[in-house]
């Protein structure tokens, strides 16, 4: 199977991550058989940089999958692969990180991942499960002794680098201020229909890099839109391209110096999501993707309510 060359970028910890990454997670999750399989099979077409979380589900059918490429020699050796997982909300407190990231590690069967993010700038009381949130279960969240505990797991050698994730301007600054080691991610909802340009700009001064997650408008999830892969926009520059909308949306992205986090379990499309690196989108394209309407996905309204820290969106999202 012919496998396509992805391009690395350095983040600021020295580390490499190939510029596209393949995400594990969906809801309904799949049966680990298909996980595995999918997985299996976008390390076969050249996928090296995988996104899992402890809240995914997905950690150990990956951990099999990077121990089979291994096996059958499609992989010669681990650091091939760059693993992001996620501290959950329930282990976002001072004396937890460590063992949440020291479990996700014993569920991938890894000695270290490459990336560790705060999943939300959101703790939630441990022991609870599902999206529906009650009075107390939404705490006031520990930003500078969580980052502590953060930081502490890369000096360990668990995680080759840490970052954040749904993080914007604000809660970034603040983490900033007590920081000794700087983010090197800050994974977010980003598309041509959500371009987050200033939270861009802020990551740009900060040398914290940008990874996207929801690249195509999470169509088929249960919060997600066809708001990017129907845009009218993208497909007049998709047809003068000659190339796909989705191909356009995700090249968009890479040309805003930003990770696609792409996510499908269908071969042929998996393949296509990695053809977007031998071509470029004019100026022209680029400057009409500025007229596309603006609109955020995922709202996170479970995270807002009365009686917990985000009474508001702008609480949660600054």
Not at 7 to 20: E, R, T, Y
Not at 27 to 43: D, N, Q
Not at 97 to 125: C, N, Q, W
Not at 235 to 246: L, N, P, Q, Y
């Amino acid at each position: 199977m012919e496998q396509i060359i992805v391009p690395n970028v350095v983040l600021n910890s020295g580390h490499k991550i190939p510029n596209i990454g393949y995400g594990t997670g969906t809801v309904p999750l799949p049966p680990y058989e298909e996980l595995f399989s999918a997985f299996t099979e976008a390390i076969q077409v050249g996928y090296r940089h995988f996104d899992t979380a402890a809240y995914y589900g997905s950690e150990e059918a990956l951990g099999h999958a990077i121990a089979h490429a291994l096996e059958q020699g499609v992989i010669k050796s681990r650091s091939e692969i760059f693993v992001t997982t996620k501290l959950w909300c329930t282990d976002a407190n001072p004396g937890l990180v460590i063992p949440a990231l020291k479990k996700s590690l014993e569920t991938l069967g890894l000695d270290y991942v490459d990336l560790y993010l705060i999943h939300f700038p959101v703790r939630l009381r441990q022991g609870i499960k599902g999206i529906q949130y009650h009075k107390g279960d939404i705490l006031p969240f520990d930003m500078k002794g969580t980052w502590e505990d953060m930081e502490q797991c890369s000096e360990l050698g668990l995680t080759k680098s840490i970052g954040v994730s749904n993080f914007g301007v604000r809660k970034l600054s603040e983490l900033l201020q007590d920081a000794t080691i700087t983010p090197a991610v800050n994974q977010v909802e980003l598309n041509a229909s959500w371009q987050q340009g200033d939270l861009r700009k802020f990551c740009k001064e900060k040398g914290i890099h940008v990874c996207a997650w929801s690249p195509l408008g999470a169509n088929g999830a249960v919060w997600g839109s066809r708001a990017v892969i129907d845009n009218p926009i993208l497909k007049d520059i998709a047809i003068s391209t000659g190339k796909s909308v989705a191909k356009v949306a995700l090249r968009w992205i890479i040309q805003q110096g930003v990770t696609p986090i792409v996510k499908s379990f269908n071969k042929e499309r998996m393949k296509e999501n990695l053809q977007i690196f031998d071509f470029e989108l004019s100026e022209d394209d680029v400057e009409k993707t500025k007229q596309i309407p603006q609109h955020r996905a995922f709202r996170g309204e479970r995270f807002i309510t009365d009686h917990g820290p985000f009474k508001t969106m702008e609480d949660l999202w600054d």
